[in-house]
């Protein structure tokens, strides 16, 4: 099965794929990747975001990009944001329903703090974007080391998204509220830099 790797040596970054269980590896993309997701219905269909993490040397910057051949061909997505300002990028896909993808997007600033930009949602396998309206900044400027987003794998409408704090929404995004960490009363610590659904009873979530 071909196997997708994303990596940040400075001679080599970008998207590395292996056809053979790993014995070699081809580049299929070049620049610096913050997240991949596969499309599970159409595995040959794939999503990055490429961009500057935090202020520092020049990289190329590519936006979010999609390809449907395994990586031959990469197409750009306009999601309504200026490649300049796209900070590192969280990218999530609903596993039942593919065509349902949600992304948390940083802004890259001078000061090398990264604020939220937006969360996006699409329901056309990223041919438009919506911007949704959050509650406060997730990301409490700290979008570059800590950002993260998933959507329940049966149900579309349930997405996560945190960083420094955690907001949950259960319609589609419309509206978001605060799962408690240690900031708010809970035991969650305040930095989060992973999630899972468990695909068998996705009402439990790994972070």
């Known amino acids: 099965a071909a196997v997708p790797a994303g990596v940040r040596n400075q001679d080599q970054e970008g998207i590395w794929k292996t056809t053979d269980g ?11 990747m913050n997240d991949i997701v596969i499309d599970p219905l159409h595995p040959n269909t794939l999503y990055t975001a490429s961009s500057k993490i935090y ?16 990586g031959a061909t ?66 409490v400027s700290q979008g570059s080391y800590d950002n993260i987003i998933g959507v329940n794998p049966v149900n ?5 998204a945190g960083g420094v704090k955690l ?4 319609d589609g995004g419309n509206s978001w509220v605060r799962i408690p960490d240690q900031g708010s009363g809970g035991l969650l610590h305040v930095d989060e830099h992973a999630i899972e659904f468990n695909p068998a009873n996705p009402d439990r979530v790994f972070i």
């Open 22 to 32: 790993g014995a070699t590896w081809t580049l299929i993309l070049t620049g610096r």
């Open 55 to 70: 202020d520092g040397a020049v990289i190329p910057r590519h936006g979010m990009l999609k390809t449907t051949d395994g």
């Open 74 to 139: 990469w197409n750009k997505l306009d999601i309504g944001v200026t490649d300049s300002l796209m900070g590192r990028t969280a990218i999530t896909i609903c596993a039942s329903n593919p065509n349902v993808l949600y992304i948390g997007v940083s802004e890259v600033v001078e000061t090398g703090r990264t604020w939220l930009l937006g969360v996006f949602k699409s329901t056309d396998a990223g041919a438009t974007w919506q911007k949704l309206t959050v509650p406060f900044d997730y990301m």
């Open 156 to 160: 579309p409408d349930i997405v996560i």
């Open 167 to 170: 907001i949950r929404s259960s």
